[in-house]
């Protein structure tokens, strides 16, 4: 990847173009951004921009970059750092989940009330958050981090599936199992996750 990349900035080098500092407008305020011009084109920095409009940019495993968006966290102070911690262990072990959950999810809403379930998702784009998961005993940020894997799950299902509640439910809990895997949450946990799959699915 280097490599190609490095290839390209030299056949940049080599056709000379004219670096410059413009400016762009977003939501009426002015950021600066260097930009290129070859051949009468003018090339603009693909992170600056997608992260001047608010966006995150990070490295797909694969060939491309992709810009993902965080959700917007609606809740008190506390609620606000829990699920914090959660997305940033995400896109620091797990990006792919990471983008999975910015791609479908535009808020992470806490409800408080004693819903026995822990989250749900609800609408296109929300996940909301019950009570009853903050107050769970061991609450760890893989767990929390798994939950918000298993809604986005949900809400990527309503969008494009129509698989059967079943069927859905357990997609979303296979992929939460994989994403405390890959996060190394302790085996109790995992088990204890599986455990309610089998039950849910039955
Ligand atoms: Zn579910």
């Known amino acids: 990847m280097k490599k190609i990349l490095l290839t390209v900035i030299m056949i940049l080098m080599l056709v000379s173009p004219v670096m410059a500092k413009e400016v762009i407008v977003v939501d009426n305020a002015i950021k600066p951004m ?6 009468n084109r003018l090339f603009v920095p693909l992170r600056s921009l997608a992260e001047a ?4 940019v990070t490295w797909n495993q694969a060939i491309f970059i992709k810009s993902v968006k965080r959700p917007e966290i609606v809740g008190d102070d506390k609620f606000k750092i829990l699920i ?14 990471y983008e999975t959950v910015c791609t479908y999810t535009k808020q992470i809403i806490f409800t408080p009330n004693n ?3 822990y989250a749900h998702s609800e609408g296109s ?3 909301n958050i019950c009570t009853s998961l903050l107050n769970r005993s061991n ?24 698989s059967d509640i079943r ?15 890959i996060l190394g949450a302790t085996q109790e946990e995992i088990i204890g996750t599986e455990l309610t799959r089998q039950k849910v699915v039955k």
Do not use: W
């Open 53 to 56: 409009m608010g966006a995150e």
């Open 139 to 162: 609450l760890s940020t893989e767990y929390i981090a798994s939950v918000l894997v298993h809604e986005a799950v949900h809400l990527c299902n309503v969008r494009y599936y129509f």
């Open 125 to 127: 784009d929300k996940i």
């Open 115 to 117: 819903d026995e379930a």
């Open 167 to 181: 069927q859905n439910e357990n997609m979303a809990y296979l992929r939460g199992i994989a994403t405390l895997q």
């Open 84 to 97: 914090t911690q959660a997305l940033d262990l995400l896109k620091e072990k797990d990006p792919p989940d």
């Open 34 to 39: 260097e930009t290129m011009t070859i051949d």
